[in-house]
T-cell receptor, first 108, second 115 residues
């Protein structure tokens, strides 16, 4: 099946800093989603981005489908950005395959 | 708030017992998915239902079963529980049953602890 790798596994930032999270996938996909899991365990949809670039406030994402990677940018990070960021791609049918996640800690 | 609801939020039970987790999809969504998040396995797809019918199956144990009812809510039944079944169980929903453009929206999860 498709493999999804995320890097870095862990990231510690000072409030106000910028960061880039990466997601590599092993096969071509036509559905890619980024999620944020907050410290209470909730999975929050950030982007549906099978290709191209999207922006939502301080967050933006870019997927280069032909090169099998996606990037999530967080600018001017805040403590509320802490949590785990997951990339997920759709395999056959409707199954979402998740990466292992990037744990982000933003310190004030 | 994604619009997907799950009950209960927390469940503590003993080995060998049986529990039922409930999910209501977003209004208008016909598909319901179940995922398990554990420390050692990460987030894994269990099963999908579309408009009452099973559509796709993942790494779901034989001790687990699910169904989707005519009002589109779904239940995940876990039986003969083992310590290793302790996990966060998510339900997600989407509009379609297999469209590549479907976006899955996740509920808040049910945290199951088996003692």
């Amino acid at each position: 099946g498709i493999q999804v790798e995320q890097s870095p596994p862990d990231l510690i930032l000072q409030e106000g800093a910028n960061s880039t999270l990466r997601c590599n996938f092993s096969d071509s996909v036509n559905n890619l989603q980024w999620f944020h899991q907050n410290p209470w365990g909730q999975l929050i949809n950030l982007f549906y981005i099978p290709s191209g670039t999207k922006q939502n406030g301080r967050l933006s994402a870019t997927t280069v489908a032909t090169e099998r990677y996606s990037l999530l940018y967080i600018s001017s990070s805040q403590t509320t950005d802490s949590g785990v960021y997951f990339c997920a791609v759709k395999e056959y049918g409707n199954k979402l395959v998740f990466g292992a996640g990037t744990i982000l800690r933003v310190k004030s | 708030d994604s619009g997907v609801t799950q009950t209960p939020k927390h469940l503590i039970t003993a080995t060998g017992q049986r529990v039922t987790l409930r999910c209501s999809p977003r209004s208008g969504d016909l598909s319901v998915y179940w995922y398990q998040q554990s420390l050692d396995q990460g987030l894994q797809f269990l099963i999908q239902y579309y408009n009452g019918e099973e559509r796709a199956k993942g790494n779901i144990l034989e001790r687990f079963s699910a169904q989707q009812f005519p009002d589109l809510h779904s239940e995940l039944n876990l039986s003969s529980l083992e310590l290793g079944d302790s996990a966060l169980y998510f339900c997600a929903s989407s509009v379609g049953g297999g469209l590549s453009t479907d976006t899955q929206y996740f509920g808040p999860g049910t945290r199951l602890t088996v003692l």
